[in-house]
């Protein structure tokens, strides 16, 4: 294979790469824990769309478990978040801040 087939046989890859990231934010997942005392619904991708707490197994009103629900989703998109800028950089340190085409959501 020369170069210039491997150049293009690497573009095509990163075209699939990106349009497989993008059908992944697309893609809804549901996790559940307790019995379905907790309820979590995001996306393929990692992001968290909605964390159901079934707050009368804990006692609490339907207030108090609204605010905690809105709390606890809070927290952990603010996790995720601070996860995605560490290992960006951590790659960014490796990679000495090249931008790699065809690796979303590293960079």
């Not at 979590?40 to 609204?66: M, P, R, S, Y």
Request: hydrophobic letters at 45%.
């Amino acid at each position: 294979m020369n170069m210039q087939q491997m150049m293009k046989q690497a573009q095509k890859m990163q075209r699939q790469l990106a349009e497989a990231q993008d059908k992944l934010c697309d893609i809804e997942v549901t996790g559940t824990a307790g019995g379905g005392m907790v309820t979590v619904k995001g996306t393929a991708n990692g992001d968290i769309n909605a964390i159901a707490i079934d707050g009368a197994q804990l006692g609490l009103d339907e207030d108090d478990t609204e605010m905690l629900q809105d709390t606890v989703l809070a927290a952990v998109n603010e996790m995720l978040a601070n996860a995605q800028q560490v290992a960006n950089q951590q790659v960014s340190a490796i990679t000495g801040g090249l931008n790699m085409p065809g690796m979303p959501g590293l960079f």
